[in-house]
């Protein structure tokens, strides 16, 4: 890995800092292999550029990222032409999913390991994109999910605490516990959620019961400290 790659991989990866990564190609690679224009692309698409990121998955050949930019830019026949001639995968396999949902048209059931892997990223990016619209689809779609998944509640709730959508949050997160009373990140997420809401008592309660499932869940005790050193 030569320097000018551990540089721009460093400041996409690492450190986050997108547009400093796109100078960096633009400044330092005259001539670009498939690895920079995938790192290129990926950081138009997390500052929000989806059409030159989708521009630029098509040209290295990434059809699930290129037909996600445009599920991001609310263009859903763009992004069902794409992934409808494109070999199944797991990820297109999820798009079209997501897709159905949106549209009322399901036509492909979602496995646990897709709810797993890309409900909780879809559901943030498309916060990021203000694709509100489509955020209350899936969301409204839960009991569905939950039929392949039951962690579906709690991933959803994560995601609306995160983007403080509270009231929300704590009725997936309180239907999680509710299902998977052993769920002990549903218990740290309720104990965040009060934490938050200036609840601290019931912050507390919550975390421990998160502990006491978990006594290696480092998240809920560290909070559960900074919660007694203010009270």
């Not at 949106?102 to 496995?111: A, D, L, R, V």
Request: hydrophobic share 35%; glycine share 4%; proline share 2%.
């Amino acid at each position: 890995m030569n320097e000018k790659f551990q540089k721009i991989y460093n400041l996409t990866y690492s450190q986050k800092k997108y547009n400093e990564a796109i100078l960096a190609i633009e400044n330092d690679c005259t001539q670009k292999n498939n690895d920079i224009s995938a790192i290129e692309a990926f950081c138009l698409f997390e500052t929000k550029q989806y059409d030159k990121a989708a521009e630029l998955y098509k040209k290295i050949n990434l059809p699930f990222q290129e037909g996600f930019c445009y599920l991001m830019m609310g263009n859903i026949s763009k992004a069902k032409e794409i992934w409808n001639k494109t070999p199944d995968s797991s990820a297109v396999l999820w798009g079209q999913t997501v897709i159905g949902i949106i549209e009322s048209k399901i036509n492909h059931f979602p496995t646990y390991f897709q709810i797993r892997n890309y409900l909780e990223s879809t559901l943030s990016y498309l916060f990021e994109a203000k694709r509100y619209d489509y955020i209350e689809k899936l969301i409204s779609a839960k009991e569905f999910l939950a039929e392949f998944n039951i962690e579906s509640y709690r991933i959803i709730g994560k995601v609306l605490l995160e983007y403080n959508w509270f009231n929300l949050s704590k009725q997936y997160l309180e239907k999680s516990v509710g299902e998977l009373p052993q769920d002990y990140e549903a218990y740290y997420l309720l104990g965040l959620w009060y934490y938050q809401n200036n609840e601290p008592k019931k912050a507390k309660y919550f975390l421990r019961r998160c502990v006491d499932i978990n006594d290696y869940y480092c998240a809920a005790s560290k909070l559960i400290d900074k919660i007694n050193e203010i009270d």
